[in-house]
């Protein structure tokens, strides 16, 4: 198996401008996590999903952020308008309901210039 | 409430000294318990899990961890430090029914000659 693949690696983008992460998880993994990781705030958990659903999303930090993961084998998450402070390495991970263990993908760096 | 306390954000040993990195948690059954490693730009990756049986496992690199539940802790060991082990290392529990895994906050590892 690849592991969890997330596009792009790196994202330069300047301030107001859209940007969408994507995240193809493990075949067969009941749940999609999305992370955030700085250095001021460690590593955050946005939202996750159960078979497709969304679960908690309370770690969303506003509106201007939103996941959908339309399928399985497939989530993204979307912020706009983005900012400086949306600077930041976010990953994606999945697990099955059965292993426990969540693997993470290798990250998006995002830089909001 | 699930929690884990790592209680050092910084240690640093010497190449071939033995390390000992301190995880304790709170929870409210049997924990299943996990450390994972994030090398600088990579994404987490799992050393090893706890979910029953024998209380010390051994993970992938040569690392090793203990599960002492009178003293709530999953502290992880290796008996000889190399330079490449330098990095970040998450302690995580869970997961409860339909939660997320809760990580530490994480201990920075930095290997001198």
């Known amino acids: 198996d690849a592991g969890v693949i997330q596009s792009p690696r790196h994202e330069v983008t300047e301030m107001g401008q859209e940007v969408t992460l994507r995240c193809k998880p493990i075949s067969g993994h009941d749940y999609l996590f999305w992370y955030r990781q700085t250095m001021m705030r460690g590593l955050e958990l946005l939202i996750y999903f159960n078979n497709n659903v969304p679960i908690d999303d309370s770690g969303m930090p506003e509106d201007r952020f939103s996941a959908k993961m339309p399928n399985a084998s497939f989530s993204t998450l979307k912020i706009q308008p983005s900012e400086p402070r949306d600077s930041a390495v976010y990953f994606c991970?999945?697990?099955?309901?059965?292993?426990?263990?969540?693997?993470f993908g290798p990250g998006t760096r995002l830089t909001v210039l | 409430a699930q929690s884990v306390t790592q209680p050092d954000i910084h240690i640093t040993v010497s190449e071939g000294a033995s390390l000992e990195l301190r995880c304790n948690y709170s929870y409210g059954a049997t924990p299943y318990l996990f450390w994972y490693v994030q090398s600088p730009g990579q994404g987490l990756q799992l050393l090893l899990k706890y979910f029953s049986g024998d209380t010390l496992v051994q993970g992938i690199k040569g690392f090793e961890a203990e599960f002492k539940r009178s003293q709530s802790s999953f502290n992880l060991r290796k008996p000889s430090v190399h330079w490449s082990d330098a990095a970040e290392y998450f302690c995580?529990?869970?997961?409860?029914?339909?939660?997320?895994?809760?990580f530490g906050k994480g201990t920075r590892l930095s290997v001198i000659a």
């Open positions: 995580a529990v869970g997961p409860s029914g339909n939660t997320p895994l809760v």
């Open positions: 991970a999945s697990r099955s309901q059965v292993e426990g263990e969540q693997f």
